[in-house]
T-cell receptor
Framework: DTEVTQTPKHLVMGMTNKKSLKCEQH?????MYWYKQKAKKPPELMFV???????INESVPSRFSPECPNSSLLNLHLHALQPEDSALYLC???????????????FGNGTRLTVT | AQSVTQPDIHITVSEGASLELRCNYS??????LFWYVQSPGQGLQLLLK??????LVQGIKGFEAEFKRSQSSFNLRKPSVHWSDAAEYFC??????????FGSGTRLLVRP
């Protein structure tokens, strides 16, 4: 069982809809991440939060809006998405930055998003 | 820039046979290296990690990996593959910005 919980598991939305993806962890981790994964491709980093502050935005379009309400929760707000945004969205968390002390990332099972 | 290469897109092995998945990295200093496994429709599960010390690293599910600085490699091995090992395997390295960079992945198929 994964210790990072993502909801919903599947989401279908139209291009004019507004929806949110949710992620929760209770491991006391202070870094949280959003990754996007297209079929047969590796995950691509979108955002990183460290101590509830946005640390990295990998030039993601503004139709994706992250939010970290507290140290256990991470949201990804979606608005006016395009069909090419259809993908598996993965949330992850780590005790600290992966290169400092080697904290590994723990991943959730993802939300499968389809934009119609 | 740091990078990681997995030269094999697909590998097929018979159940019970040994397995080696290749990973080559590009990094100036001692890298932080990881292997993750992803089953269809699932997230990524950490198999093992290397930071320093013993170059042979033991992981979960009977996997191990060996860090070879001279070859810039971190290959994943398992002595006897089970059908449940069929999945996508990703090697990853931490770059200078402390971001995790993934290789393109190797899909493992297991013949009965």
């Amino acid at each position: 069982d994964t210790e990072v919980t993502q909801t919903p598991k599947h989401l279908v939305m139209g291009m004019t809809n507004k929806k949110s993806l949710k992620c929760e962890q209770h491991m006391g981790h202070r870094a949280m991440y959003w990754y996007k994964q297209k079929a047969k491709k590796p995950p691509e980093l979108m955002f990183v939060y460290s101590y509830e502050k946005l640390s990295i935005n990998e030039s993601v379009p503004s139709r994706f809006s992250p939010e970290c309400p507290n140290s256990s929760l991470l949201n990804l707000h979606l608005h006016a998405l395009q069909p090419e945004d259809s993908a598996l969205y993965l949330c992850a968390s780590s005790q600290g930055w992966p290169g400092r002390g080697g904290s590994p990332l723990h991943f959730g099972n993802g939300t499968r998003l389809t934009v119609t | 820039a740091q990078s990681v290469t997995q030269p094999d897109i697909h590998i097929t092995v018979s159940e019970g046979a040994s397995l080696e998945l290749r990973c080559n990295y590009s990094y100036g200093a001692t890298p932080y290296l990881f292997w993750y496994v992803q089953s269809p429709g699932q997230g990524l599960q950490l198999l093992l990690k290397y930071f320093s010390g013993d170059t042979l690293v033991q992981g979960i599910k009977g996997f191990e990996a060996e860090f070879k600085r001279s070859q810039s490699s971190f290959n994943l091995r398992k002595p006897s593959v089970h059908w449940s090992d069929a999945a996508e395997y990703f090697c990853a390295v931490v770059d200078s910005s402390y971001k995790l960079i993934f290789g393109s992945g190797t899909r493992l198929l297991v013949r009965p």
